[in-house]
């Protein structure tokens, strides 16, 4: 693939001051505060430690949570952990861009790194605008004269246009970091280059984005077949002429995804032999798990994939060369109905395809289970890596080609 945006490879950091906008948003134990998982703080440590190491002043922007939720709370706990993660000093200052915060940017020596204050504290920062309008933003005209370079590591948002993620491209020379590079060269060079047959397996709660997907990876050929799972499975089977039973109607309903059924019915019509469902399902009945035939569904929640369908899919996937993977396969919180995910992922991880695990959920689970090494790939970015699959482009990604158009080395 062409070169199309700058790396850190392409610029002399020694001694200049590095604003990096990395995404350490972790999930946190609502008892304690306590941050209960540093997978993300791991990932950005490569990018981090290489810029220290090569003699830059290394200043984080990031962001945990939104306004509004029991997360939602200051950098400092991140500050403390990723200095373990790192064996270095991690240096944190409990504001963006205020008199403090642009001292401490200043008095950074070769190789120090500070943790600015969360960066959706700003409330402009919720905006989603084009790339010129964001760099007009307070949070860019204060921060941006202070740096020499701008690297934008953060793909699990690189689909958002807010001002952390675009502004800066603007006026700063900008390039990737690793993960970035990383997540973008690999998606990019499966879809490229795929190796037939092709699976996708889509399954979760946002049925919006898999359809997406499907669409965009049956119509240009990419796909062999797409596996449903999930709140996903459930639209195919009511598309397909199945019922489902009253109460999986109604939450379908209640979702807003009639569209979504019909968008179903007009793809098993064009792709009937690719738009594989179900043959059986879980539902929960009295709080156990009881596998039906698609057949004869009674009016309770689908809770899972049935048996059989699991011995089915994973025996597609066995036979794949190419494997896509998003979304889990149920209510795998549930134990009783984590079997379709677990077994499943377990399929994908003994296959000899090439597979990439979407990020979220089924990345969680992957991880969970010990498999992430058996995966060629399991991005950091659930609603970035199905924007990619689903051929949109991300807002973040095209800042930083725009920057390395306008500004050649």
Known sequence: MAKEFNTIDDFDVKDKTVLVRIDINSPVDPSDGFILDDTRMRLHSKTVKELSAKGAKVVLLAHQ????K????TLKQH???FSKILNLNVKYVDSIFSNDAKEAIKNLKAHEILLLENVRFFSEESLSREPIDQSNSILVKELS???SFYVNDAFATAHRSQPSLVGFTVNNPSAAGRVMEEEITIIQNALNS???PCVFLLGGMKPEDSFDVIENVLKNGTADYILTTGIVANITLWASGYDIGKINKQFITDRGYLEIVEEAKELIKEFPDKMIYPNDVAIEKDGKREDVNINSIPNYPIFDIGINTIKEYAQIIRDAKTIFANGPAGVFEKPEFAIGTEDLINAIASSKGFSII??????AATASLGYEDKMDHVSSGGGACISLLAGKKLAAVEALKDSANKNPL
Do not use: M, Q, W, Y
């Not at 979407?358 to 990345?363: L, M, Q, R």
């Open 145 to 147: 004269p202070l740096i």
């Open 65 to 68: 949570s939104r306004p509004g």
């Open 194 to 196: 795929v190796k037939k």
């Open 358 to 363: 979407g990020g979220g959920h089924i990345a």
């Open 70 to 73: 029991n997360d939602f709370t």
């Open 79 to 81: 500050a403390d952990e």
